[in-house]
């Protein structure tokens, strides 16, 4: 039996299609059937072809379930280390309706008899992709219009929208094939250049910057791709470190040209913007937040706003401070960000206050849940290429010790958060147990008391407890709690201090 006519189903089956799509209320979805019989033919002929376009397509990407199935089939035996030819798998499809239809096992010898060559397989791969991708395209379009037609009360519009952002993202990288192997070369090359960044950067960091010196030189800086934890027990200035760490960062990026620092995204899902930016607008302007607050301002202070006001305008940080956003939503509004304004770092505010894609039910659920958010974060790391600082709260078991300074156990749910992060962070304050720890006056514990507050006074401590690519190890700050500013030890803050 000849190819065509052999072929003759399939091609009539088109020339229907062809004829039904020229009515406009019928549209065939987009396939090339010629492209599919090509790149199976050239792939029994050459099983060595399958290298080339084994991590480009999946048995789903065919249009023809029956082709479907012999890729799937070719696919098995390579893999068993087998030869996949018309004589191996006749006896798999001679029972098959669908290629009983086409003409039973010669369908498969007349695929391979009619390749000339396998030096197409590549372009006839590509073409399969684009049109499997041309039909996801179709199916999630008609998802959302069907979507958009029904009222729920568990699904707003905002949800859609964000839903199929989502999707489209998600489609988007299926269609990215990059990856796969890197020579040692091309690795030593791209470490030279980080460490040449490094040599020119101001403070030698291969990251963004901190602004923070000491912590900038323990930990090199924000580094793309890590999932940075930051936890603490309440009033120890998680928020603080976090917004002094975004704002230097970004007004560094204001500063250079972007040739340092980061272009900043900060999801606040405890504090509003307004406050968040009261806090920053505090630091800047050097005024107390209470103040501001209470309005205990002078006429000169408003010079300062100004002056404050005119800084902040350039510096790239955005704010989103919608409550109980979902690990999803946080997602799309990064990639959206990313692409509107540019995204160099971002920041989480904090990691308990987001939603996984379930519903909370028992602290089971809940331990899943937080696995499923730090495991989403690290991908969003991961795919925009970006450092990711997380702030977490810590368990009450801190307050049940004599030595307060956190531990990694002390994380709440802190298998998954202690796994995904790329470093964890603590954030302690001596100063703050003491004051609420004052014993009794003239005695010998007092005068002892005394000294250490001195000693603590105005001292915060970031500790790094884990650390993938460096040290471990902890970074004495000060920290002003009027202007809530975390700051390099050693600097002069008489003019800061109330």
């Known amino acids: 039996m000849s190819t065509d006519a052999l072929f003759e189903n399939i091609t009539g089956a088109q020339h229907i299609a062809h004829e039904q799509s020229d009515d406009p209320h019928y549209r065939v979805l987009p396939h090339n059937m010629e492209a599919e019989q090509g790149l199976l033919g050239a792939l029994l002929v050459n099983n060595g072809a399958f290298e080339k376009i084994g991590d480009l397509l999946r048995s789903e990407h065919f249009f023809l379930p029956v082709h479907q199935r012999i890729f799937t089939a070719i696919n098995q035996f390579v893999e068993r280390g087998q030869t996949a030819s018309p ?3 006749k006896g798999y499809f001679d029972q098959d309706a669908d290629l009983t ?11 391979a008899g009619s390749i000339v060559s396998v ?3 590549h372009d006839y791969a590509q073409t399969i992709h684009e049109l499997f991708m041309r039909r996801q395209l179709i199916d999630l379009g008609e998802e959302i219009v069907n979507e958009a037609y029904e009222h729920t009360l568990d699904s707003s519009a905002v949800n859609t929208i964000e839903k199929a952002e989502s999707n489209l993202f998600s489609l988007a990288e299926n269609g990215e094939k990059s990856g796969g192997f890197v020579s040692l070369r091309d690795s030593v090359l791209v470490s030279i250049e980080i460490a040449e960044k490094a040599f020119k950067t101001k403070g030698h960091v291969t990251g963004a910057t901190t602004g923070l010196r000491d912590l900038d030189k323990q930990t090199g800086g924000l580094h793309p791709s890590d999932l940075i934890i930051l936890a603490g027990r309440p ?3 998680k928020t603080a470190l976090a917004t002094n760490i975004a704002y230097n960062t970004a007004r560094r990026y204001a500063e250079t040209g972007g040739k340092e620092g980061a272009r900043v995204g900060f999801f606040s899902l405890e504090m509003s913007s307004d406050q968040l930016a009261t806090r920053i607008l505090a630091d800047v302007a050097n005024i107390s937040g209470h103040a501001i607050k209470q309005g205990d301002i002078k006429q000169e202070d408003f010079q300062n706003f100004v002056k404050a006001s005119q800084t902040l305008s350039q510096v790239p940080l955005h704010i989103d401070d919608t409550p109980a956003l ?3 939503a946080v997602r ?3 990639r959206r960000l990313k692409r509107q304004h540019g995204l160099d770092f971002l920041v989480i505010d904090y990691l308990q206050l987001l939603r996984g894609s379930g519903s909370r039910q028992s602290e089971s659920n809940r331990v899943q849940e937080v696995s499923e958010i730090t495991r989403g974060l690290k991908a969003i790391a991961k795919e925009l290429n970006i450092p990711v600082l997380a702030l977490s709260q810590l368990s009450r078991m801190v307050e049940q010790r004599e030595d307060k300074r956190p531990m990694l156990s002390d994380l709440r749910e802190s298998g998954s958060i202690e796994q995904d992060a790329d470093v964890v962070m603590f954030v302690y304050r001596e100063e703050y147990y003491l004051h609420r720890a004052e014993p009794e006056v003239g005695t010998d514990k007092y005068m002892q008391w005394q000294e250490r507050c001195e000693r603590a006074l105005n ?3 970031c500790i790094i407890a884990k650390a993938r690519h460096g040290p471990i190890g902890t970074v ?3 920290f002003n709690g009027h202007v809530t500013r975390f700051s390099d030890l050693d600097e002069i803050h008489d003019s800061h201090s109330f």
């Open 87 to 89: 004589v191996t798998l």
């Open 101 to 111: 239809e086409l003409g039973g096992g010669r369908y498969l010898a007349e695929l």
């Open 119 to 121: 030096i197409n397989v």
């Open 235 to 237: 009033s120890m200035g």
């Open 326 to 328: 979902s690990i999803g």
């Open 332 to 334: 799309t509004r990064a």
């Open 459 to 461: 001292v915060g401590e």
């Open 476 to 478: 004495r700050m000060h």
